[in-house]
């Protein structure tokens, strides 16, 4: 198993992120503070090739119930630009806006591909294979309608609730 993958969110959910949503509803500061707790807990490191970065990108990293479609936000952490890169090649690489954005920034594909390679101790066969295997599953996915759940992010999760629930336990 490799240490850094590729993650494709299915088509069909693009642009609904936990990020997103915040951003949509005005709602930046709860991004903010999601940022700051993981700097806080995680330090500030790659969580994936785990390399000091002067500036990290926060990704969401979920699960799927592949059998009654639904997607779940298991956590969040920051990720280096070139690990971020990979975890979304299908943007960077196979985009118009992606292909630009990434000439623009100095990077090619094969900078990607060799940050993945040497992250995973792999060879360049064994990305085109993961890569594939990627893609693969991103067009089952990209066939359903993915309902989400955002876990402890939820931005309609009523704040009384939860802090009323972890009283009851102690």
Not at 10 to 27: A, G
Not at 67 to 95: F, R, S
Request: aromatic share 14%; charged share 35%.
């Amino acid at each position: 198993m490799f240490k850094l993958i590729i993650e494709l969110v299915p088509s069909t959910v693009w642009f609904s992120s936990i990020y997103q949503i915040y951003k949509n509803r005005n709602q930046s500061s709860r991004w903010s503070k999601i940022k700051k707790e993981i700097f806080e807990k995680e330090g500030r490191r790659c969580w994936v090739c785990d390399k000091e970065y002067g500036r990290l990108e926060a990704h969401e990293f979920w699960e799927y119930d592949d059998e009654n479609h639904i997607q779940k936000l298991a956590a969040i952490h920051h990720l280096c630009d070139m690990c971020h890169k990979i975890k979304h090649i299908g943007l960077w690489c196979y985009t118009e806006k992606g292909s630009k954005q990434l000439a623009k920034s100095g990077l090619t594909r094969e900078d990607l591909i060799n940050h993945f390679c040497k992250v995973n101790n792999c060879s360049r066969k064994q990305f085109e294979e993961h890569e594939r295997r990627a893609f693969k599953i991103w067009g089952e996915r990209s066939r359903y309608e993915w309902k989400q759940d955002f876990g402890k992010y939820d931005p309609d999760r009523r704040r009384d609730i939860v802090t009323r629930n972890l009283f009851q336990y102690t």
